[in-house]
């Protein structure tokens, strides 16, 4: 996350001054809506989780697809899109990127995902028929398409943001014919450096042709209270340029050092419920399946939930359909800091309050307030108790406190 030129630093100084007038005011984005299955996203390979989940994201490359111009292959396309419809209720996003070779501005130019692959086509033309085809093929099963994946980094795009903007425009109206309800959503940029990009992509016209704004809120190596702040610079990104769109965070998770499991499972939790509180519409969490990540949702056989994956059904339980009101702390970081204060969110299900308190920085107790009017309280693994009358313990992860007869 390094930054380079005075123009960068401009912007940077810009984009915190807004989040800290934000974070200072303690605002969360209000809502009167009940928190949807869809909220809870997940990225997975070849077997998808045996919790519940809202929505997948995935690539269909056009590297895949069209090797040569006029050569169309869609088995690893089709494969994937039918594999995610045997799950029933989950919404699909198909991720739109990466030149090939023939088609490419760049074809003598290598990166990560292939020869070319990192730079817009030499004829626009040839990158609408690709999207076209996409659409067509796909119409009825996927209903939001990202065009590109993480601009800003260098491992996935090397090319300028406006031609970016002209490929996304050229989607959008490609897409929007083939079907109107067709979403599309913005190249997902990440890290301090997608600030800047998303700055230009919006100041350049992107946000005209995109229906939902799309960032990759990865946190580490901070706590998930990072979360919070770096949602809050987004949307003063995104206000800055006059963009009142959805705000989806489809990809993220812990890229820092291996977790234990209790530590893991405080991590998903606050990170999902700090999403939500800040402003996103959906969640994608990476990954499920791979048992080798530094926050493994799956055991060595690649299947059996660990702890933090059984956590993430819990969650459902306690969010799905409930209005997520506030959460609130007095330590509210900017992006990539530390929170050191406890966290109350409050949740409200028909005519009952609940809360669900935190702190991150270890053990600690509180005395309830009579007011708060509960006397049950719910772990991530499902456990309930009584809640005592002086001295409730708390810490790390999240805990649910409930009225009960």
């Known amino acids: 996350?390094?930054?380079?030129?005075?123009?960068?630093?401009?912007?940077?100084y810009c984009?915190?001054?807004?989040?800290?007038?934000?974070?200072?005011?303690?605002?969360?984005?209000?809502?009167?809506?009940?928190?949807?299955?869809?909220?809870?996203?997940?990225?997975?390979?070849?077997?998808?989780?045996?919790?519940?989940?809202?929505?997948?994201?995935l690539t269909l490359s056009w590297t895949w697809v069209q090797k040569n111009r006029g050569e169309?292959?869609?088995?690893?396309?089709?494969?994937?899109?039918?594999?995610?419809?045997?799950?029933?209720?989950?919404?699909?996003?198909?991720?739109?990127a990466f030149s090939p070779p023939w088609a490419s501005s760049r074809p003598n130019e290598t990166c990560p995902?292939?020869?070319?692959?990192?730079?817009?086509?030499?004829?626009?033309?040839?990158?609408?028929?690709?999207?076209?085809?996409?659409?067509?093929?796909?119409?009825?099963?996927?209903?939001?398409?990202?065009?590109?994946?993480?601009?800003?980094?260098?491992?996935?795009?090397?090319?300028d943001v406006g031609a970016l903007v002209t490929?996304?425009?050229?989607?959008?109206?490609?897409?929007?014919?083939?079907?109107?309800a067709n979403q599309i959503i913005s190249p997902s940029p990440v890290g301090a450096s997608g600030f800047t990009w998303m700055d230009q992509?919006?100041?350049?016209?992107?946000?005209?042709?995109?229906?939902?704004?799309?960032?990759?809120f990865y946190f580490a190596p901070s706590p998930p209270e990072s979360v919070f702040g770096e949602v809050a610079a987004v949307r003063a990104i995104m206000a800055k340029n006059g963009v009142r769109k959805p705000l989806w965070n489809d990809e993220f998770g812990w890229t820092g050092q291996k977790l234990d499991e209790r530590t893991a499972v405080a991590y998903i939790a606050r990170a999902m419920i700090l999403s939500y509180a800040a402003g996103t519409s959906r969640a994608y969490w990476y990954i499920w399946g791979?048992?080798?990540?530094?926050?493994?949702?799956?055991?060595?056989?690649?299947?059996?939930?660990?702890?933090a994956g059984k956590a993430f059904g819990v969650l459902q339980e306690w969010l799905v359909g409930a209005v997520l009101k506030s959460c609130t702390s007095t330590d509210i970081p900017q992006a990539w800091h530390a929170s050191h204060?406890?966290?109350?969110?409050?949740?409200?299900?028909?005519?009952?309050?609940?809360?669900?308190?935190?702190?991150?920085?270890?053990?600690?107790?509180?005395?309830?307030?009579?007011?708060?009017?509960?006397?049950?309280?719910?772990?991530?693994?499902?456990?309930?108790?009584?809640?005592?009358?002086?001295g409730t313990g708390y810490g790390i992860q999240p805990l649910l406190l409930y009225w009960a007869q």
């Not at 200072?24 to 077997?47: E, K």
């Not at 946000?207 to 960032?215: A, H, T």
């Open 113 to 159: 995902v292939g020869p070319g692959a990192c730079w817009e086509p030499a004829n626009l033309q040839d990158w609408r028929e690709y999207v076209k085809a996409m659409g067509n093929r796909y119409k009825g099963q996927v209903h939001y398409w990202e065009i590109w994946n993480e601009p800003s980094e260098g491992a996935f795009y090397r090319s």
């Open 167 to 180: 490929l996304t425009q050229a989607a959008y109206e490609e897409l929007k014919r083939i079907d109107p």
């Open 201 to 216: 992509f919006l100041q350049k016209g992107g946000g005209n042709y995109v229906d939902i704004v799309g960032f990759h």
């Open 290 to 307: 791979d048992p080798k990540v530094p926050l493994p949702l799956v055991r060595e056989d690649g299947v059996t939930p660990t702890l």
């Open 341 to 390: 204060a406890p966290w109350i969110c409050d949740i409200q299900r028909g005519d009952t309050t609940s809360k669900i308190i935190w702190n991150p920085d270890g053990p600690a107790g509180m005395d309830i307030p009579p007011s708060w009017h509960v006397n049950r309280a719910r772990n991530l693994e499902g456990e309930v108790s009584v809640i005592p009358p002086k």
């Open 1 to 12: 996350m390094q930054w380079t030129g005075a123009s960068k630093a401009g912007i940077l």
């Open 72 to 96: 169309w292959d869609y088995k690893r396309t089709d494969s994937l899109v039918q594999q995610t419809l045997k799950t029933p209720n989950v919404d699909l996003i198909g991720g739109l």
């Open 15 to 57: 984009v915190l001054f807004l989040t800290f007038t934000i974070l200072a005011a303690g605002q969360t984005p209000p809502s009167d809506s009940p928190i949807p299955p869809s909220y809870f996203g997940m990225h997975y390979g070849d077997n998808a989780p045996s919790v519940p989940f809202g929505g997948r994201r």
